[in-house]
């Protein structure tokens, strides 16, 4: 009853930026968690950055790996995700997976929704 749909992974070399997109849709009542986790290969996901909604704008929180380089920003009229990323190094390759929970409209019970992913690459 939702779906989440990730757009902006690409190639890029070291040093550069890339800006993913995740748009949640659907049944949607409301949202208080959106981030994004990776897997790189032979590799477990890992959580990179995830944005929590609050009474004083939310709050994010990142990955030791990624503090300084990536910025996580949420657009709540659109249901919409960002993730900034700068400086990026090879070993930010993965997939990158967006995730999303909060509250359906239909049954007000909670979702907790993934994306079907986006590569990032980045070369040396």
């Known amino acids: 009853q939702v779906q989440l749909v990730e757009s902006g992974g690409g190639l890029v070399q070291a040093g550069g930026s890339l800006r993913l997109s995740c748009a949640a849709s659907?049944?949607?009542?409301?949202?208080?968690?959106m981030g994004w986790y990776r897997q790189a290969p032979g590799k477990e996901r890992e959580l990179v950055a995830v944005?929590?909604?609050?009474?004083?704008?939310?709050?994010?929180h990142y990955a030791d790996s990624v503090k300084g380089r990536f910025t996580i920003s949420g657009d709540s009229a659109k249901n919409t995700a960002y993730l900034q990323m700068n400086s990026l190094k090879p070993e930010d390759t993965a997939v990158y997976y967006c995730?999303?929970?909060?509250?359906?409209?239909?049954?007000?019970?909670?979702?907790?929704?993934w994306g079907q992913g986006t590569q990032v690459t980045v070369s040396s």
């Open positions: 995730t999303s929970r909060g509250v359906l409209t239909t049954t007000l019970a909670r979702f907790n929704a």
């Open positions: 659907g049944s949607i009542s409301s949202i208080n968690f």
């Open positions: 944005i929590i909604a609050g009474g004083s704008g939310g709050s994010s």
